[in-house]
């Protein structure tokens, strides 16, 4: 009887313990509150890019004033992570950073307390260098990263659009 209840146990605690391991799966008109967010802009197009990058991994992309969002193949949670711990180490909250030049550059942390942003790119003026690494590393990754599902982007109200083939997906460019 007591190898029973063992066996019963121990089949109770692994299901519990593998069903509070799933990685959550958000979208875009449903975001978690922690979220960090990059891009660029500016120059003769005078377009923007920006990056919205979870803590579980997954990046949406999107380009221009449209609300149109396109979900990038996502990174490793455990690399996520790293750049989320290294954005929180540079208090974005405490920088008064909004010196944009043509072609501007952008950090912003969201949280459910929080929602800080640093602007910089302009000639006079040079952003710490722990601010320009994370921004590197950041545009670095988001550079080989191809759409989850070929040409469908994702809208804010959820709605799945397709994508003309020859648009061309202009990424950060330092």
């Not at 391991?21 to 890019?49: M, N, R, W």
């Not at 710490?128 to 040409?151: D, F």
């Amino acid at each position: 009887m007591t190898m029973m209840k063992s066996l019963l146990f121990f089949s109770v605690s692994a299901l519990c313990f593998l069903s509070g391991c799933k990685i959550a799966k958000y979208t875009v008109d449903k975001l978690p509150s922690h979220q960090l967010i990059f891009g660029s802009g500016g120059g003769f197009s005078g377009l923007e890019t920006t990056f919205i990058l979870l803590e579980n991994g997954q990046v949406f992309r999107q380009t221009g004033v449209d609300d149109v969002y396109e979900e990038l193949k996502p990174i490793r949670r455990k690399k996520a992570r790293d750049l989320f711990s290294k954005l929180s180490s540079l208090q974005l909250y405490k920088l008064d950073i909004e010196n944009p030049g043509n072609m501007y550059y952008f950090l912003r942390e969201v949280t459910d307390k929080l929602d800080s942003k640093v602007t910089w790119g302009a000639g006079d003026y040079l952003p710490p260098q722990a601010l320009i690494s994370l921004y590197k590393e950041l545009s670095g990754l988001v550079k080989e990263k191809n759409a989850t599902s070929a040409g469908t982007v994702t809208t804010p109200s959820g709605k799945k659009e397709t994508k003309d083939k020859n648009e061309e997906n202009e990424v950060i460019k330092w």
